[in-house]
């Protein structure tokens, strides 16, 4: 994961160009609370090897949520 893109290991293909919204779990760091991030974005690549799919997506916008 980047600002802008990430790569996933999914259970099934996700057609390209589709459009995603995404949840990742910060932990807590020093004295902050852990944080979710919420992503849209995009797929933008699907790689169908056996065992698993991977997709690259892209991060068009995020934002915080404590």
Excluded: W
């Excluded at 990742?24 to 974005?41: K, N, S, T, W």
């Amino acid at each position: 994961m980047s600002s802008c893109d990430l790569l996933l290991r999914v259970d099934r293909p996700l057609p390209s160009n589709s459009k995603i919204e995404m949840e990742v779990q910060l932990p807590a760091v020093g004295d902050e609370e852990p944080a979710r991030v919420i992503c849209h974005g995009k797929i933008v690549r699907v790689t169908d090897d056996d065992p698993h799919t991977v997709v690259a997506a892209t991060i068009a916008r995020y934002r915080f949520d404590r």
